[in-house]
């Protein structure tokens, strides 16, 4: 009965162990955002002012090419990740300020994106491109280069 | 309303959407090319309005602002070059209000070909149409426009520099001139250079300017001064006191400031015109000044409460601002509240009381606006 009982426990524990590791998997991944273009993409290198100024709908000029800013809100997490660490704003300042510069200037805003895999795809069709997303996401892509992480845990 | 009488209305909808929709859509031919290099995005600013007045008798045709407004605003732009239209779509009005094609020549510096707002607005080149961007209802009486009434020219056709460049490591400088064909003066006020309307031609050379420091070259907080030079030719229908005169110089000085910090924001600015009058027994020059300043503070629930004082000097002397007694506030004291809820939409309330040459009152607005998308 006791031995029963011990065997029934462990598998329980093991069960809980491997339900709590499927689970907990993604959010290890999810450990740090990265600033993607596309493998074709001539950029190599954009410092934080610039990454700024881009989607903040600043034009940002590499090799004589205008690079655009693609807004990515597939989920809501990286989502707050970008506004306080990349741009530095609540979301209402932030869309207000889109508006704004779009009013004043013409720019185009940041296309935004809702599917991840329809983000990954424009930015790795779009040597112009530039996105973040988490490094796990984009780990192993071939058509997606990382220039730098944005954020980690 | 008699049918007859909405044709024009119905008419000039169709021309200008037609012609707004053209216009972005044959610059917008490359959108064939590889790689998307070429972006276009789309706005419409939506308003709707009410207003009452106490102790104002005579309701003239300026004393009620549209009671529904659409502001629709285009853009499309490949790798240097950008194309811009706006259109306002009114119950007073159907007019494009700006339409440029630019080149992008370097970073942040763009030459504009077209109709634009001048740049010497501090008011106008931060909140455009949009009427869902400024926080109160009404914009300052020394900034409106020429078909509200305003007195000094806010469009031009012509050519417009702009640039802004970094001053250090995080400051900035925002540089902006603008020239070309400006606005006649007519019995009806001041007449710009009209898209796809007729124009009875002959308009004067404007030029208008502004040199802004930016502490936060990415930020919205700037300071700086405005400059500009109209040359307002007088139309032969125009009122008999500027009958033996052919154009009226317009130069003005002034200085603004937008001061953002968090929860708070001060938007101020004064302006000095003076006015010199050409022709066969001109009168003497003269001169009129006016400003304002208005504070925002923002509120838990997304509530933003504000203030407005606007006042003028001078103004009452002039023969000029004599031309928009309906019109022009030569004091004014506005207090309201916004409450931005839903997705882009905002309620506002703005109670003022106003002096104008003429008249004292108080004035009660409520108004919604939203952007989509």
Partial sequence: MERRGAVKMRATLLAAALAFSAVAAPARAEESVALIVSAASPITRLDSLEVRKLFLGFSVIRDGRSLRALRNSSNERIKQIFLQNVVAMSESTYEHRLLSIALQSGQTRPVEFSSRTQLLEAVANDPAAVSFAFSSEVAGNPRIKVLRLLWHD | ?373
């Fill in chain 2, 1 to 373: 309303m008699p049918r007859l009488q909405h044709l024009p209305f119905r008419r000039y909808l169709h021309r200008a959407a037609v012609l707004t929709f053209l216009s972005c859509s044959a610059v917008s031919l490359p959108a064939a090319e590889p790689h998307h290099q070429h972006d276009s995005d789309w706005l419409i600013f939506l308003s709707g309005e009410g207003v009452g007045r106490s102790g104002f008798e005579r309701l003239g045709p300026h004393d009620y602002d549209s009671i529904g407004r659409g502001d629709i605003l285009l853009t499309h732009s490949t790798d240097r070059f950008r194309a811009l239209a706006e259109t306002v779509v009114s119950t007073e009005e159907v007019d494009v209000e700006r339409l440029q094609i630019g080149v992008e020549t370097s970073e942040n510096t763009l030459i504009w070909l077209g109709r634009f707002h001048q740049p010497a607005s501090a008011w106008n080149t931060e909140h455009h149409h949009g009427q869902y961007l400024q926080t109160a209802i009404t914009r300052p009486s020394i900034e409106l426009w020429e078909d509200d009434g305003g007195l000094i020219p806010q469009h031009i056709a012509g050519a417009l520099f702009e640039t802004r460049q970094p001053l250090g490591k995080e400051q900035g400088l925002h540089v902006a001139i603008g020239v070309g064909a400006g606005s006649l003066l007519t019995p009806d006020g001041l007449e710009p250079l009209r898209i796809f309307k007729a124009n009875s031609g002959n308009h004067r050379l404007s030029w208008t300017a502004r040199v802004a420091w930016l502490p936060d070259f990415l930020g919205p907080t700037s300071a700086g001064v405005l400059l500009g030079h109209n040359e307002l030719r007088v139309a032969a229908s125009a009122l008999s006191i500027f009958s033996a005169v052919p154009y009226i110089k317009q130069d003005i000085y002034g200085a603004y400031l937008d001061w953002n910090v968090p929860n708070w924001r001060v938007i101020a600015a004064g302006y000095y015109v003076d006015l010199a009058w050409h022709g066969v027994g001109a009168s003497p020059n003269e001169h009129f000044g006016a400003g304002y300043v208005q504070a925002e503070h923002q509120l838990p629930k997304s509530f933003t409460l504000f203030g407005r004082h606007e006042n003028s000097f001078n103004a009452g002397n002039s023969r000029f601002v004599a031309l928009q007694t309906q019109t022009f506030d030569m004091r004014r004291n506005a207090l309201g509240v916004r409450w931005d809820f839903a997705r882009r939409q905002a309620l506002t309330l703005e109670l003022a009381r106003t002096t104008r040459l003429t008249d004292d009152f108080s004035e009660y607005r409520l108004q919604w606006s939203a952007v989509v998308p």
